[in-house]
């Protein structure tokens, strides 16, 4: 499942390096024009998937997690193989349409072996499964680019859809499903939307746990599109493009990196306790970002950055193991992926707003704020009520 969640993660980030090029070959359009339907193309993918993910998850809990994975799969590599023969951008955006669609395959995953991990290894576990997806947006847009500049455009996507077409193949020979008794027993326990609102909503931590995740996507996000523009303030090269993506991509590379010590610890001593730690540290690795007078500063300091985000997805979905019945993981687990997803349109936006009016150094500040509030209310929400698994409207599993 690492293995397959690298390639889902990688496809949907791997046109980043040649989107507006490839747009391009569709005639003849003026810059704005190829920079306002890149930034559509780009962002309607995630878009409804933050609107569709819970339905995969729900779908996986109550039919099992395996078929959702296997339709995901093909879904997903069907849409990028139709991508290399489109003729127009109205096109593309209707297949990366349909990418958003079909994408419930991580949180599908997470699902299923959240569902087959015990609750004391569940950080571990998750946070190695968590490897193949940081590693999958790190190296996306890096592979993206390489198979462009070597096959071309068409290629490449046909590539990327037979890898993941062949990582759907391994799910369906790899991947042990439940047994007849758990699906018996899922279904006994299998509830309505609105009453997995309510567990959600009565179980404060939980309901802030998944907040997390939109602001962690959100902070990481805010910079992304600035990040060329505040590289070229702090040097004057003819390699700005190349090293606002390392300064970017080193930050995922931290991730990969701590992800599963991350994990590891929580499940020591408490996921609440490490998401806590990550959010502080986090906060007063992105803050000084804003004062760099050098790019080495800057890329140290994302790298400093990255290392203590790796603990928030991990712990999050070990949290969400331990505090939900698996009868209903999966939809949850689809919600907790809608926050990233939002995350991922607002942060930009927001990031633009931000240094547009002010600077661009103002959007470390705003990020930095997030994640300081953001730890003084889990703070606060872990303090007033102690996290509470399996409280609420349904019975244990």
């Known amino acids: ?18 989107l507006s090029l490839y747009i391009e070959t569709f005639g003849e359009f003026s810059d704005a024009y190829v920079q306002r339907w890149s930034g559509f193309v780009f962002g309607i993918t995630f878009l409804v998937a933050f609107a569709v993910s819970p339905l ?42 349909f990418m958003g669609l079909v994408t419930g395959f991580v949180p599908t995953s997470m699902a299923l072996i959240a569902a087959q991990t015990n609750k004391e290894t ?3 576990v998750l946070g190695t499964l968590q490897m193949g997806t940081v590693s999958g947006g790190l190296f996306g847009p890096l592979l993206g680019g390489a198979l462009a500049d070597a096959f071309g455009f068409t290629y490449t996507f046909i590539i990327t859809a037979v890898v993941i077409s062949a990582a759907s193949v391994l799910v369906i020979f790899g991947v042990k499903e439940m047994t007849a008794a758990e699906r018996k027993q899922n279904e006994k ?3 309505s ?3 997995v609102f309510l567990l959600i909503f ?20 805010s910079i992304q599109p600035q990040l060329a523009l505040y590289v070229n303030q702090l040097l004057e090269t003819q390699n700005i493009a190349f090293l606002a993506g390392l300064a970017f991509s080193v930050t995922g590379l931290g991730n990969a990196l701590t992800t599963r010590g991350w994990g590891i610890l929580g499940d020591r001593i408490g996921h609440e306790k490490v998401l806590l730690i990550c959010l502080i540290l986090a906060g007063l690795f992105f803050l000084p970002q804003a004062f760099a007078v050098d790019i080495w500063q800057l890329v140290i300091l994302r790298f400093l950055f990255g290392l203590q985000i790796g603990g928030i997805i991990p712990n999050v979905t070990a949290y969400i193991r331990r505090a939900v019945p698996l009868s209903v993981q999966g939809e949850v687990l689809g919600y907790n992926q809608s926050f990233r997803f939002l995350g991922n349109v607002v942060g930009p936006v927001a990031g633009g707003l931000i240094a547009g009016y002010f600077s661009i ?3 470390f500040y705003f990020s930095s704020l997030l994640f300081f509030l953001a730890a003084v209310a889990l703070y606060i929400v872990v303090k007033v009520k102690p996290a509470s698994p399996h409280k609420g409207t349904f019975s244990e599993s």
């Open 1 to 18: 499942m690492c293995i397959a969640n690298f390639f889902v993660a990688a496809s949907a980030t791997m046109v980043l390096p040649f």
């Open 56 to 97: 995969w998850g729900r779908f996986g809990d109550r039919f099992g997690r395996k078929k959702i994975l296997i339709i995901t799969g093909f879904g997903i590599a069907f849409s990028i193989f139709l991508m290399g023969y489109v003729n127009s951008v109205q096109g593309l955006f209707v297949l990366r349409f």
């Open 122 to 124: 569940a950080g571990r």
């Open 189 to 191: 326990e299998y509830r």
């Open 193 to 195: 939307m609105k009453e």
């Open 202 to 221: 009565k179980n404060p931590v939980l309901l802030m746990v998944m907040i997390l995740s939109f602001v962690i996507q959100t902070a990481n996000f």
């Open 361 to 363: 150094s103002s959007v």
